[in-house]
């Protein structure tokens, strides 16, 4: 199967800790993203990459978050000094260039910081 | 304030009922999808729309994209509980970033 991994699937944490997720995307496709997804709530646009480059960057992503896709390959999400908010289910997904708005998503890194 | 309005949120029907969700904007989308979210794995993609007015079938569920691209609409016809999960709308305004409604939540009782 090629779809896209992710890595932990569940993390908890207390408050204060560093978590890091990691997301590989489906080989030929050169976006990222990373979602965040909360109860009851779709998920919300966090950062996105085309190769190794991040373009944008939501509000969202305080400065205790950071992205990064080093070779244009695998990411990561780290998020810092945890806080109980920050408690979600993080989402990444691909997708190929000639961009349809069409996104492949992992199965989530559940994230709960006690 | 959401982008996009998802309605209803909530939906619980027996099998074999027929149903209509929606997704409302007061913005124009270069195009629009329809994912399907079980609980706990990631929204798993269903359909793209990109013409006004297209309509697209997938088996048992319509989608149709509204004449000035600003909604849509996701009917299942004979709903099996095989169906239940959340539904997601997403659209993209020609910017490489989608976005997503709140989804509307279905349960399919047997």
């Known amino acids: 199967d090629t779809g896209v991994s992710q890595d932990p699937r569940h993390k908890i944490t207390k408050r204060g800790q560093n978590v890091t997720f990691r997301c590989d995307p489906i080989?030929?496709?050169?976006?990222l993203y990373w979602y965040r997804q909360t109860l009851g709530q779709g998920p919300e646009f966090l950062t996105y990459?085309?190769?190794?480059?991040?373009?944008?960057k939501s509000r969202l992503l305080s400065d205790r978050f950071s992205a990064e896709r080093p070779k244009g390959s695998f990411s990561t999400l780290e998020i810092q000094r945890t806080e109980q908010g920050d408690s979600a289910m993080y989402l990444c997904?691909?997708?190929?260039?000639?961009?349809?708005?069409?996104?492949?998503f992992g199965e989530g890194s559940r994230l709960t910081v006690l | 304030t959401q982008l996009l309005e998802q309605s209803p949120q909530f939906l619980s029907i027996q099998e074999g009922e027929n149903l209509t969700v929606y997704c409302n904007s007061s913005?124009?989308?270069?195009?629009l999808q329809w994912y399907r979210q079980e609980p706990g794995e990631g929204p798993v993609l269903l359909v793209t729309?990109?013409?006004?007015?297209e309509v697209k079938k997938l088996k048992r569920l319509t989608f149709q994209f509204g004449d000035a691209r600003k909604d849509s609409s996701l009917h299942i016809t004979a709903a099996q509980p095989g169906d239940t999960g959340l539904y997601l709308c997403?659209?993209?305004?020609?910017?490489?970033?989608?976005?997503f409604g709140a989804g509307t939540r279905l349960f399919v009782k047997a």
């Open positions: 997904a691909s997708s190929p260039g000639g961009f349809t708005g069409e996104l492949f």
């Open positions: 080989s030929e496709h050169n976006r």
């Open positions: 990459f085309q190769n190794e480059a991040q373009l944008e």
């Open positions: 913005s124009v989308f270069s195009s």
């Open positions: 729309v990109v013409t006004g007015g």
């Open positions: 997403a659209g993209d305004r020609g910017g490489f970033k989608t976005i």
